[in-house]
Each structure stands twice: as structure tokens, then as C-alpha cells.
């Protein structure tokens, strides 16, 4: 069983940076992801990173935004968002696969964690 917790969310403006954190207890040899969900919008791939942390993903709207990153002695995966737009507000999820693939597909993904609230102000 993996529990998961993100924090760092928040109210930001346009053009601004946020750091987001997911720790991890419990078994923690998977590949994690983030995810996010606007309000009347469906859940929607950010990114995603290999346990190793080798192999990354990220979704179009956000590549060369975001990075992704975890350090794994301290069970916790992050999401560096800079050059934060309106667009990106949503609470941000992070998940965990058994599978250790950085999918996109949220059907991949066996735990998730409730959720953090993003708010970028235009």
C-alpha cells in the first residue's frame, strides 16, 4: 500500500513559480506522476517520472514549464511550475504505478493523493 500527500499549492500570478510535493509511505518502488483537474474538466496528465528518475514525461502544455524531479531518500516527488498562466490553475494530483511506466494514462495509476489546490491569478 502506498499513501501519498501533496503540498505546496497555492495562490499565485501570472508569470509566477510554485513548487509542489508529493510525499510518499509505504512501498515506493514505482514510477509517479502528476495530474491535474479543472473545475468542470476532466482529470488530465502534467507529467510523469521512472522511480530512477531517468525516463520523464510531460504533457505538451506544460513542457518547458514544469519539471519534474524526485529524491527518493526522502520519498518525494516534485513539480518545479514556472511561467505559471491562468490555465494552469486546477488542483494537482499525484499518483503512483506498480507498473513503472511514467505514463499519461490516468488507468495506469494504482494510488493517488487528494489533491492540491493551484490558483494563477491573470
Known amino acids: 500500500q502506498v499513501q501519498l500527500v501533496e503540498s505546496g499549492g497555492g495562490l499565485v500570478q501570472a508569470g509566477g513559480s510554485l513548487r509542489l510535493s508529493c510525499a510518499a509511505s509505504?512501498?515506493?518502488?514505482?514510477?509517479m506522476g502528476w495530474f491535474r483537474q479543472a473545475p468542470g474538466k476532466e482529470r488530465e496528465f502534467v507529467s510523469a517520472?521512472?522511480?530512477?528518475?531517468?525516463?520523464?514525461n510531460y504533457a505538451n502544455a506544460v513542457k518547458g514549464r514544469f519539471t519534474i524531479s524526485r529524491d527518493n531518500s526522502k520519498n518525494t516527488m516534485y513539480l518545479q511550475m514556472s511561467s505559471l498562466k491562468p490555465e494552469d490553475t486546477a488542483v494537482y494530483y499525484c499518483?503512483?504505478?506498480?507498473?513503472?511506466?511514467?505514463?499519461?494514462?490516468?488507468?495506469?495509476?494504482?494510488?493517488w493523493g487528494q489533491g492540491t489546490q493551484v490558483t494563477v491569478s491573470s
Open positions: 509505504g512501498r515506493t518502488f514505482y514510477a
Open positions: 499518483a503512483a504505478n506498480r507498473a513503472g511506466v511514467p505514463s499519461s494514462d490516468l488507468s495506469n495509476y494504482d494510488y
Open positions: 517520472i521512472t522511480w530512477g528518475g531517468v525516463s520523464t
